[in-house]
């Protein structure tokens, strides 16, 4: 397994491998930059199929929490956890506590929360051992709980932004939605749609979820080899990243693209391809950072929950100052997202 020649790795400060026989913990947590400030992103548990797998996924999620706490405008770096699902993982509250130790050993470099697998209750566990974690139980008006339904929100924004930009549409009532993954996230963004008078059509690899939203919000379901490719006006893509590819855009009938997954572009060449093919891109670190900004407001203590809101509606106008960029130049939004990333993590360095 190869650190610095791994095509993810882009001088990231530090990686920590955490193994741990008794509890069958193995995780790897992935530090890319402190500029400004501890590297912050949440812990992803997944049963990769290699170690290399998952070492290239933190090094990838983690640049990407470097870009999108620096676009957020948050005091925060950018950092990423993975805990593997190998044979021996049991899930069970020892081995959380034993990757808060390891967390804590970073004394305070890195801060956790949720991603992908992950749960407010598992993040208590993992509190029990280090301080340096947030998404933790919400207290009445404050920030923190559960981050998806306040990034499901700032996805929720950025559509509204999108559908202006290409659609000339003040409203999103009578738009179809296709959402991929209906998890967290999906789940959350898929009520706000409703509310708002969006039809959905989704798609889950666990019927059950995909049952769930059928049934409470009369959502359609298609199968997921078609979910992309999908009749609709907006493509959300709220499952893993990798979904944009040369092979897949091609079939994409959606003219917009806002959606929670990270790490949504295969590689940012795939951007140029969405610009090409005239679908509206928007940058996934800048439309899914409602998550981190609610750890931040929780972490940092002084924004409550109302104030939580007024920053994730900012969502829509940072989105609507980089497509008016693209329109303008028109470059790709995800050179343009990055390039302005970049110019922030360096003015803070
Ligand atoms: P989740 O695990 O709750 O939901 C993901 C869902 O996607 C699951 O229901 C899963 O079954 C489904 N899925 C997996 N592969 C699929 C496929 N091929 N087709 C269709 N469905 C598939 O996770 P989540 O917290 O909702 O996060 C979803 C995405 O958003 C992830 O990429 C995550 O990194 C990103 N994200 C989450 C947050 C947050 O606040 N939770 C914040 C920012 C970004």
Redesign the pocket.
């Known amino acids: 397994m190869s650190v610095f020649s791994n095509p993810a790795f882009d001088n990231h400060e530090r990686v920590l491998f955490c193994r741990d026989e008794p509890s069958g913990l193995c995780a790897i947590i992935a530090i890319h930059s402190t500029a400004l400030g501890p590297a912050a992103g949440?812990t992803?548990l997944w049963a990769y199929a290699s170690d290399d797998d998952a070492l290239y996924d933190v090094l990838r999620l983690s640049q990407g929490m470097s870009y999108k706490n620096a676009m957020a405008g948050l005091k925060f770096g950018g950092g990423k956890a993975v805990i593997m699902k190998t044979p021996d993982f049991d899930g069970s509250d020892a081995l959380f506590e034993r990757f808060g130790e390891f967390v804590d050993t970073l004394g305070g470099d890195y801060i956790t929360a949720?991603?992908?697998?992950m749960s407010v209750e598992i993040m208590a566990t993992i509190a029990r051992r280090t301080r340096y974690v947030s998404g933790l139980p919400l207290q009445s008006g404050k920030a923190g709980g559960d981050?998806?339904p306040?990034?499901a929100y700032g996805i929720y924004c950025g559509i509204e932004a999108a559908a202006k930009a290409r659609l000339g549409r003040d409203s999103l009532e009578g738009l179809r939605v296709a959402v991929?993954?209906?998890?967290?996230?999906?789940y959350y963004l898929c009520k706000l749609l409703h509310e708002a008078g969006a039809s959905l059509v989704v798609?889950?690899?666990?019927e059950t979820?995909v049952d769930r939203v059928c049934g409470e919000l009369g959502a359609d379901r298609v199968g997921?080899a078609q979910?992309l490719a999908a009749d609709a006006d907006v493509l959300a893509p709220?499952?893993?990243?990798a979904v944009l590819h040369e092979e897949s855009i091609p079939g994409i009938k959606a003219r917009i693209i806002a959606g929670?997954?990270?790490n949504q572009l295969r590689s940012p060449e795939d951007g140029q391809r969405l610009a090409d093919a005239g679908i509206l891109y928007a940058p996934d670190y800048v439309i899914?950072a409602?998550?981190?900004i609610n750890v931040a407001c929780e972490y940092f203590g002084d924004v409550d929950d109302e104030g939580v809101t007024d920053l994730l509606a900012q969502i829509g106008p940072r989105l609507a100052d980089i497509f008016e960029e693209a329109q303008r130049t028109g470059e790709p939004t995800n050179v343009i997202a990055d390039r302005r990333a970049r110019k922030i993590i360096a003015a803070g360095a």
Not at 114 to 117: K, L, M, Q, R
Not at 180 to 186: A, M, N, R, T
Not at 238 to 241: D, P, S, T
Request: charged fraction near 20%.
């Open positions: 949440g992803r949720e991603d992908v697998g981050p998806s306040k990034t991929q993954g209906v998890g967290h996230v999906g798609s889950d690899i666990d979820r997921s979910i709220c499952a893993l990243g929670g997954a990270n899914n409602g998550g981190i």
